[in-house]
């Protein structure tokens, strides 16, 4: 396997799942759009800090 | 549409024009340079790194703002004329997933690759050597493109069921 290409997959996964979950999860309600901006931004603010703490092997 | 068909028209096809360049230098990336890369002897790899990732570097992160662009303008079209319908939705989750990769190319990739040229081309000129932290910064990055590489797969299926299968979310049950 390339290097790296299990946390490409991990991430990519919790990204989509918390991106499309938030999205399907918001009523559409005007007054609340929150889960559709707040859930996956979340998930990328998560991978950010992750990719943030690794070190060279 | 606010922007009238022929505009919108306009802009969906360089959307599409500058994600081909954008998603067609990830995969070249991540399904091909390394493969070639790593069967390099180190003389070589130090001459041909620099050159390639300064060339396929500007090339990666200007497709990804114009595709991103384009796109940002698009959504807000699509925006005004279907509201809150299921195909906005399907291609909102596209959205907000391109939204992530391109912030990864600018704010992950493209912050750590530029230290990382920089410090080969300071110790291409005599400077001081690459130092050890490099690899640091190359590991940062390199996750940053396995994972957009892995979104990529997900950001063009819902780009496309938006048009093609607009009943994907009452599927998901939304």
Excluded: C
């Amino acid at each position: 396997m390339q290097p790296e290409w299990d946390k490409g997959w991990i991430w990519g996964i919790i990204i989509v799942a918390l991106t499309a979950g938030g999205v399907v999860y918001d009523s559409g309600d005007p007054a609340s759009y929150w889960p559709a901006l707040v859930i996956p931004l979340a998930g990328w603010v998560l991978f950010v800090a992750y990719v943030e703490t690794q070190k060279a092997k | 549409m606010a922007f009238g068909e022929d505009l919108h028209a306009t802009f969906r096809w360089l959307h599409i024009g500058f994600g081909i360049l954008w998603i067609g230098l990830l995969y070249f990336f991540n399904f091909i340079q390394w493969r070639i890369l790593k069967d390099l002897q180190d003389a070589t790899k130090k001459d041909l790194m620099p050159k390639m990732l300064h060339h396929n570097l500007l090339w990666f992160r200007y497709a990804a703002l114009g595709t991103w662009g384009f796109g940002a303008l698009l959504l807000w079209d699509v925006w005004d004329s279907d509201g809150y319908e299921n195909r906005f939705r399907t291609i909102l989750i596209g959205a907000w997933l391109g939204t992530f990769m391109f912030l990864n190319v600018w704010g992950v990739i493209w912050r750590y690759q530029k230290k990382n040229l920089g410090a080969m081309a300071a110790a291409a000129a005599g400077g001081p050597p690459v130092p050890p932290e490099a690899k640091t910064w190359v590991r940062r990055a390199t996750i940053a493109s396995r994972t957009n590489t892995v979104l990529s797969f997900f950001m063009l299926y819902f780009m496309v069921a938006s048009t093609h299968m607009s009943s994907l979310l009452g599927k998901m049950g939304g």
